[in-house]
């Protein structure tokens, strides 16, 4: 049986897909942690007003570095799943606190890819920017639906005997 013509596509475009998934994630963390800085972006954390010090300043650490490697993931297509389930776990946290941000009125700047002029969120377009990366996120896991091993790479143990 010939293979339909999606299946002959569906490797590439699950490549392209997570390339530039990926590496808009690792330029994202790159701009947060070296463009702005941590101050600035420790700042944009804090005004969610959701953490208090010093949890905002650990949020505005960690974060970057956490994008940046599952960028990199992404891009040379290792741990591919456990690097999209983090990124869907980061997007959801993130989701959550922009509507935190939303209920309370709050008129802020998100922080997202190292915003200098503070322009304050438009929280409709945020809405709509996650439901593009998850939509991304789900066909990007349905495109590699045949791969096989766990989550974060390998394959199963045997145990001996």
Partial sequence: MEPSKFDRYAPGAELVLRIQLGAFFAWSGWMKAFHTGFDDFTRAVGNYQ????PWDAVIAYTVPWVEMVVGV????????????LVLAGMIA??????????LKNLNISCGCTGNPDGTPMDYTLKYW?????WTLILLLFWLA???????????KMQLPG
Avoid at 50 to 53: A, E, I, L, S, V
Avoid at 129 to 133: D, I, K, L
């Fill in 50 to 53: 959701m953490t208090r010090p």
């Fill in 73 to 84: 993931c992404l891009v040379l297509g290792i741990w591919k799943r456990g690097a999209l």
């Fill in 93 to 102: 946290c993130f989701a959550v606190g922009v509507r935190f941000a939303d």
């Fill in 129 to 133: 920017e996650f439901a593009g990366y």
């Fill in 145 to 155: 639906r045949k791969e096989r091993g766990h989550v974060f790479g390998g394959t």
